[in-house]
């Protein structure tokens, strides 16, 4: 998908959104259009009279665009693959505003994998916010939740926002410095 498109959209049904910076939840109604900014990791930013908002990819349809298919998993997948496809996930949780991935932000302190007696896998993630007072956290955090939740296999996910110790700059990848111009 590409990363900034401004691509002409209307909305075709009512849809749910999320305003940018503030993260309230808002509907879309039919008929509304606007732009499509930004097209990553399955969600979109997009521009509607005169405000960003953010629409999940789960919602693509609304926007004439295909939702994306969840992951598929190797049959007996081990906790290093199942860990891999995590990663991967996660990298397709965009900050809506920084066109870069949570992983490649530095966003992710943790991952832990507990194998439950059924087989099935419960996951624990720690995150952070690149601010404290960002008003889209929870939506991040619900975005990562959602795409671990949606791999074979996984039957619990618990993301939490954590803030020790401290986002800095440092943390993000050396691509996602140079995608950012901090290289």
Same mark, same amino acid.
């Given at each position: 998908m590409l990363g900034h498109l401004n691509e002409p959209f209307t909305v075709e049904r009512d849809v749910s959104a999320v305003i940018i910076p503030i993260g309230e939840a808002v509907k879309l109604c039919k008929g509304t259009v606007g732009f499509i900014t930004q097209a990553l990791g399955g969600s979109f930013t997009v521009y509607v009279e005169g405000n960003l908002f953010r629409i999940a990819g789960a919602d693509a349809d609304a926007i004439g665009k295909e939702p994306i298919e969840p992951p598929s998993v190797p049959e007996n997948a081990t906790d290093d693959d199942i860990e891999g496809i995590i990663w991967n996930q996660l990298k397709t949780c965009y900050d809506p505003e920084i066109p870069v991935n949570i992983v490649d932000l530095g966003l992710i302190y943790r991952c832990e994998?507990?194998?439950?007696?059924?087989?099935?896998?419960? #996951?624990?993630?720690?995150?952070?916010?690149?601010?404290?007072?960002?008003?889209?956290?929870? #939506?991040?955090?619900?975005?990562? &939740?959602?795409? #671990?939740?949606? #791999?074979?296999?996984?039957?619990?996910?618990?993301?939490?926002?954590?803030?020790?110790?401290?986002?800095? &700059?440092t943390m993000m990848s050396d691509e996602a410095r140079l995608q950012t111009g901090l290289m």
């Open positions: 994998i507990t194998r439950l007696p059924n087989g099935d896998r419960s #996951i624990d993630v720690d995150m952070t916010l690149t601010a404290p007072g960002c008003g889209m956290g929870e #939506i991040l955090v619900q975005d990562a &939740q959602e795409k #671990i939740a949606v #791999i074979p296999t996984v039957a619990d996910v618990r993301v939490e926002l954590v803030f020790d110790p401290p986002w800095n &700059q």
